[in-house]
């Protein structure tokens, strides 16, 4: 099936820092590439999507674009705010696992004022 | 209505205790999940869904039993079970299971075994 690997965190970063948030994924045939967000004591929300190679999916400052050669899909923010402390995750959908999204193992962010 | 709702937020029940979690969309989406997520963990696939029909059960003890019945409802009945069961249990849909498109997922049900 599908696989993911994302950044191992947690991740400190002091606000107005640049973020990256590295992701690779393993998958034949074509996923559509997500980023989710998990804020403290919540469920997970969608944060942004690409679903062809180059697609640029942005979302609250946040930006990750579709690399089909590197299969990668890294998540960035050019200035992080406190309130972006929360866990993210890549996940691929519709390649190999047939339908099945596949979460990485999430990465901590923490931003500190 | 673009939200996935769960049913209650919290729920502490003892290992001879049967309850259910409950999961309700209006989004028209005809496939629905239960996953359930350890703290730290990303969230793992349990049971899904496919036009009210089961079609992937991942191996989940029997203590666990899905059940849905219709097409806006999903429901988790929890019976016999142990504190390593405690966890925060999410409900998610989408577009029909073969689609390529996001999950919306509800904001879960921490539950608590004692």
């Known amino acids: 099936g599908d696989s993911v690997t994302q950044m191992e965190g947690p991740v400190t970063l002091s606000e107005e820092a640049f973020l990256t948030i590295n992701c690779t994924y393993t998958?034949?045939?074509?996923?559509?590439l997500f980023w989710y967000v998990q804020y403290p004591g919540e469920g997970l929300q969608l944060l942004l999507k690409?679903?062809?190679?180059?697609d640029k999916g942005s979302n609250k400052g946040f930006e990750a674009t579709y690399r089909k050669e590197t299969t990668s899909f890294h998540l960035e923010k050019g200035s992080v705010q406190v309130s972006d402390s929360a866990v993210y995750f890549c996940?691929?959908?519709?390649?190999?696992?047939?339908?099945?999204?596949?979460f990485g193992q999430g990465t901590i962010l923490t931003v500190h004022p | 209505d673009t939200e996935v709702t769960q049913t209650p937020k919290h729920l502490v029940m003892g290992m001879t205790n049967k309850k259910s979690l409950k999961c309700e969309q209006h989004?028209?989406?005809?496939?629905m999940y239960w996953y359930k997520q350890k703290a730290k963990k990303p969230p793992e696939l349990m049971f899904v869904?496919?036009?009210?029909?089961?079609?992937i059960n991942e191996s989940v003890p029997s203590r666990f039993s899905p059940e849905c019945p219709n097409s806006s409802l999903l429901n988790l009945h929890l019976h016999a079970l142990q504190p390593e069961d405690s966890a925060l249990y999410l409900c998610?849909?989408?577009?029909?299971?073969?689609?390529?498109?996001?999950?919306?997922f509800g904001s879960g049900t921490r539950l608590t075994v004692v």
């Open positions: 998610a849909s989408s577009q029909p299971l073969q689609g390529r498109g996001g999950y919306t």
């Open positions: 998958a034949t045939g074509y996923p559509s």
């Open positions: 690409a679903t062809k190679a180059d």
């Open positions: 996940a691929p959908r519709g390649g190999t696992s047939y339908g099945k999204l596949t």
């Open positions: 989004m028209g989406h005809r496939a």
């Open positions: 869904y496919s036009y009210e029909k089961l079609s």
